[in-house]
């Protein structure tokens, strides 16, 4: 016992350099995204006037409470559709796959090795004018000509970033699935549970948190994409994200772009906190 604890203390002592300068790192990013919120658009980054212009140009013009909004809604049903789509799959691995775990396991998480960029590509080739979908459905005479109503629309973002997030929902799940053991469900089964009381009443009020988490970490960074908006979505389906973009890209306002992720930060600061509220209260129950 003294030398796993001796190990212990020594590989803490070998990584607390790294994750200092990791930490150290991160708030750095963060005041500085914070300090030039408050700058003028001088072309200068860290010395100059200091203002509060860009967050009372967020909070006064319509355009971008509109965006947040259409970002906040599009994310949402990104999350919801995700998730739902997530869980009968974790549940899958975690009651059903058998010996068939790992290999399933390996292909959820295929599409790590490929680029976030190729992927959306990839869904604006089968969604385009001329495309994979639009030419299935005239060879099934379905219609005489392509239509361009599956591009360039919010149902492309959320149904791009939907694919492109899924396994970050499926593992959470299935890590909160797989910490149920099979003979609290052989019990409930026994004392005469039907399987949508048992699912009700134990399986879910379990994996709650790792549906909470799983949401989360598809929430947040879809609220921020813009990559996805900008090749399949069109000017009807900006982001907040796309927003940020331009004011760092072709405005060359850094200082506003600023200030704009700074306000998407506190959104999604609101968010992880109202999580947090609703894992607290599931936790209660349970």
Known sequence: MRRLANGAGFLSAMSLPGALVTFGLVIFALALVLGLGFRVNDQGLLLGPLTLGNFAQILTDP???RVMLRSLWIS??????TVVTAYPVAWYLAFRAGKHRGLLLFLVTLPFWTSYLLR?????????YNGVLNS??????????????FLN????VVLTLAH????????????????????????GADLGATKAQLFRRVVLPISMPGVLGGALVVFVPTLGDY????????????????????????ANDWPFGAAL??????VILIAVALVRQADRRWGSRT
């Open 63 to 65: 355009l971008y409470a």
């Open 227 to 250: 990559v996805t908006p900008s090749m399949v979505g069109g000017p009807a389906s900006t982001m907040i994200g796309t927003l940020i973009q331009a004011q760092f890209g072709k």
């Open 76 to 81: 949402g049903l990104v999350t919801l559709a």
């Open 136 to 149: 299935a459905m005239i060879e099934l005479g379905l219609w005489d000509k392509p239509s361009m109503m």
């Open 261 to 266: 992720a700074t306000a998407t930060m506190l």
């Open 164 to 187: 492109a997030y899924a396994p970050f929902a499926i593992l959470p799940i299935y890590v909160a699935l797989q910490t149920i053991p099979a003979s609290l469900l052989e019990a």
């Open 153 to 156: 629309n919010p149902a492309a």
């Open 120 to 128: 959306v590509f990839a869904w604006k080739i089968v969604l385009a």
